[in-house]
């Protein structure tokens, strides 16, 4: 139900320059680092997750030689992919199926990087066992990762 949500949200993002009004997304930094996410994503096709939206390709009319890259979406990653494992620093959401919350406690708990994650849930128990439990910097319940203004630390468990 999740992946059957996410998938129109992310076809629909607005991606160009990042001068233009109305845009969810700019161009990526470099043509380099274009190319860098752009193998995430082959590798992550590659090690066998599900590409269910693909943002390779896309064209910005007028600007056809910029760094766009559209949202994708990945289901069924495990922690063993690389895709899972480092950090993409593109507009890639991954997603990992899990059998418990305890089970998602642990995946995360066991991952190099601790800099922040979140839980949705109506569950006001299931949200304090995953604050009082995850070994993470910051933690968001039923709101996007809170990530800082400049003039606060950010750095991970």
């Known amino acids: 139900a999740l992946i ?3 998938t129109p949200q ?3 993002l607005k991606v160009g320059p990042g001068t233009s009004p109305g845009l969810d997304m700019g161009p990526l930094v470099t043509r380099s680092h274009l190319d860098k996410v752009s193998g995430y994503i082959a590798d992550g096709v590659a090690a066998g997750a599900q590409l269910v939206v693909d943002g390779r390709g896309i064209a910005v009319p ?3 030689g910029g760094f766009f890259l559209g949202g ?5 990653v495990t922690p063993q992919m690389r895709i899972y494992q480092e950090e993409i620093f593109g507009p890639v959401l991954c997603v990992v199926r899990v059998g418990s919350l305890e089970e998602a406690i ?3 708990n066991a991952h190099e990087y601790g ?3 979140c839980i949705f849930t109506r569950d006001g128990e299931a949200a304090r066992l995953f604050a009082d439990t995850v070994e993470v910097g910051m933690v968001g ?3 996007p990762l809170p990530v800082p203004v400049a003039y606060h630390s950010f750095g991970g468990w």
């Open 62 to 64: 007028g600007h056809e």
């Open 10 to 12: 992310i076809k629909a």
């Open 106 to 108: 642990a995946l995360i």
């Open 4 to 6: 059957a949500k996410l």
């Open 115 to 117: 800099n922040g994650t």
């Open 141 to 143: 319940i039923n709101v």
């Open 72 to 76: 994708c979406l990945f289901d069924r």
